[in-house]
């Protein structure tokens, strides 16, 4: 068996080369269709260069790929996250999928009609792009299962099954979202362990996050600075409690931050959010877990091993 390799957005790597990986994060977010009509509102190249600089500080922390979980209807712009991977050292890994604001198009089309885009995004490339999807993204919200986001649940869990790579979900944690999805990816057949179900740590309900866990899957404690879903201390001694617990193995780590949004201005970021963007984990989060007791083996397993872990499956390695 050769080595496992995933792809970026700058071709394959070898699954050990991921190093430290942000397993949920995203370059840009976009109201899709505004930027096409209003283009004065959207001034790539500042957008560039703040990228560039955030991509920087990643790498000087150590941070050596992230996962952008941005969809179709989160504006995915498959030309800008190219260009500020050719600018960065850090590497991103691409996703296909819809979130949580499907359009139209998602409930008028069949489940194997959109298992088929997010297969040809994985095997073909995006667009006319040649970039490879690596990941699966849908989203399950306040209003749980709706038709369409069943639709798209479904589809996602085809599109594992044809291709291999794994589903990671947003969650309404409060309602307990992640329950629902397993229970769909099970219908269709999927192993629960190439499910990462993420927004898991706006949740301090150990009974439900142990529950996902012991069904196979991963969860993302992956909104670490957005401290209105759940406070941050509250984050750490929930993440600290799981890895005493023995599991360190089914959790990764990640901001669910964004390098620019239409739906936040930097400013209004600084004001409303300080400790949500991309070093937050590096600089604040990783020293509160080492004084709550968490491993540096257990730190590894989180940030790099388990990362590797779900994208090396694929080819038949770890899970
Ligand atoms: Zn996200």
């Known amino acids: 068996m050769g080595a496992a390799t995933v792809e970026t957005a700058l071709g394959p790597v070898a699954t050990t080369g991921l190093g430290p990986t942000l397993m949920h994060e995203h370059i840009v977010t976009r109201s899709p269709g505004v930027h096409e009509n209003w283009p004065h509102l959207f001034d790539r190249d500042a957008i560039l260069s703040i990228a560039d600089r955030k991509m ?19 504006g995915r712009d498959i030309d800008l996250i190219l260009a500020v991977a050719r600018r960065s050292r850090v590497q991103v890994i691409v996703a296909t999928g819809v979130w949580w604001m499907p359009q139209r198009y998602f409930s008028s089309h069949g489940i194997d009609e959109v298992a088929e885009l997010f297969i040809r995004d ?9 970039i ?7 989203a399950t919200d306040t209003a749980g299962v709706t038709p369409v986001i069943e639709n798209v649940l479904r589809a996602s869990a ?6 291999g790579v794994p589903i990671s ?58 401290d209105h879903f759940l406070p941050t201390a509250k984050r750490v001694e929930v993440l600290a409690r799981l890895c005493a617990e023995g599991y360190a193995d089914k959790m990764v780590l990640s901001h669910d931050a ?9 400013d209004d970021k600084r004001r409303t959010r300080p400790l949500w963007h991309y070093n937050h984990i590096s600089d604040d989060i990783l020293p ?9 083996d257990q730190i590894q397993q989180m940030l790099v091993r388990n990362p590797q872990a779900i994208f090396a499956a694929r080819q038949g390695g770890a899970a």
């Open 56 to 74: 920087a500080d990643l790498y000087h922390r150590g941070i050596r790929t992230i996962v952008d979980l941005t969809t179709v209807d989160l």
């Open 122 to 130: 994985i095997t073909v490339g995006i667009g006319t792009s040649g």
């Open 132 to 138: 490879k999807a690596a990941i699966i993204k849908c």
């Open 158 to 163: 085809r599109a594992q099954k044809a291709t």
């Open 169 to 226: 979900t947003h969650t309404w944690a409060a309602g307990r979202s992640g329950e629902a999805q397993q229970a769909i990816f099970a219908q269709e057949g999927v192993d629960l362990r190439r499910v990462v179900i993420g927004h898991s740590g706006d949740s301090e309900d150990l009974g439900y996050l142990r529950g996902l866990m012991e069904r196979g899957s991963t969860i993302g404690m992956d909104r670490f600075g957005l």
């Open 258 to 266: 964004n390098c620019w949004t239409d739906m936040l201005s930097e």
């Open 288 to 296: 509160a877990l080492r004084a709550a007791g968490v491993t540096e």
